[in-house]
């Protein structure tokens, strides 16, 4: 199916792997249409319960191929924004927030640039012992992009990054782990069997209708200023939940003693939820 990705779906887990090694998974434009393409598939394929993000070789990846040309634009005016087009990176980022699956970064390498920026979107991210990340914007002259400005201070907080962004150095795991950019740290020889772990107690254990609801709830509740309305729409997600068959599967399961038998498919019992964000929560 891609020329820049190898991708697969096997026992519930969705692997996309950056299949560039030559130049350290570096991005074209080619590679980020396939990332487009690739998370649209995940998400559309109701036996892929789990998406693991990753890179081949020793490295995640390395952020815009540079010999394709430059950073930057030129056209349009930057004061009004009338005729700027709209970072390609940002489009990834955005369609990993639209997701109903729930997304593991496996974190083999160094992840650079566009590399480091599209780890924020994941749910979890796990790093090897050789994982290196910078958000390096700044050494090479343009500002922060693919919507790491709205990641980023959300999960470490603006401090530390404003000093990761006005630095611009090369972090590595210890430092992930201490900032909770990363959930764990692995020898670099276990680290996709620890994410396969994780992956597998996602796909075995939960329902995946649930949990796209309660990962859409966490997502569009950042940029909620009161608790109300996480009252609102979850009230609204128990009971469009509640009238689906998982629900019942749960509780059975449960007085049962056994693992739930969850048949809820997110292409078919979602409908509900998309008419909770209006035109600003998970627009294109």
């Known amino acids: ?5 190898s991708y697969a779906v096997s026992d519930g887990i969705a692997t996309i792997a950056i299949n ?9 434009y080619d590679t980020l249409r396939e990332l487009r393409d690739a998370f649209e598939a995940a998400d559309g394929d109701d036996s892929a319960r789990v998406v693991v993000l990753t890179g081949t070789g020793r490295a995640f ?10 950073f930057g634009r030129r056209a349009g005016d930057p004061s009004t924004g009338e005729g700027v087009p709209l970072d390609e990176g940002g489009d990834i980022a955005l369609r990993i927030f639209r997701m109903n699956k729930p997304v593991i970064a496996a974190i083999n390498g160094p992840a650079v640039g566009f590399g480091a920026s599209i780890l924020l979107p994941a ?31 959300r999960i470490v907080g603006i401090a530390r990054a404003m000093d990761w962004v006005a630095t611009g150095r090369m972090l590595g795991a210890a430092e992930l782990l201490a900032a909770g950019l990363v959930r764990e740290v692995t ?13 597998r107690e996602i796909a075995d ?8 609801v309660s990962r859409r709830l966490m997502w569009r509740m950042l940029g909620s200023d009161h608790p109300a309305e996480a009252q609102r729409l979850e009230s609204r997600g128990l009971t469009g939940l509640g009238q689906l068959s998982d629900a019942a599967e749960g509780a059975a399961a449960f007085r049962e003693k056994r693992l739930p038998r969850f048949t809820g498919k997110p292409s078919r019992d979602l409908a509900f939820l998309e008419t909770w964000w209006g035109d600003c929560g998970d627009r294109e």
């Not at 670099?188 to 620890?194: F, G, H, I, K, R």
Request: overall charge positive; some cysteine; hydrophobic content about 45%.
């Open 123 to 153: 749910d979890i991210r796990i790093a090897s012992e050789t994982a290196r990340v910078g958000f390096l914007y700044a050494r090479r002259g343009i500002c922060t992009e693919s919507c790491a400005s709205w990641f980023l201070p």
């Open 61 to 70: 990846c390395a952020g815009t191929d540079l010999s394709t040309g430059k």
């Open 20 to 28: 560039r090694p030559q130049v350290l998974n570096a991005t074209t």
């Open 1 to 5: 199916m891609f020329k820049d990705l």
């Open 187 to 199: 020898p670099a020889e276990q680290l996709m069997s620890v994410v396969r772990l994780l992956a």
């Open 205 to 212: 254990n939960v329902s995946p209708v649930a949990v796209a």
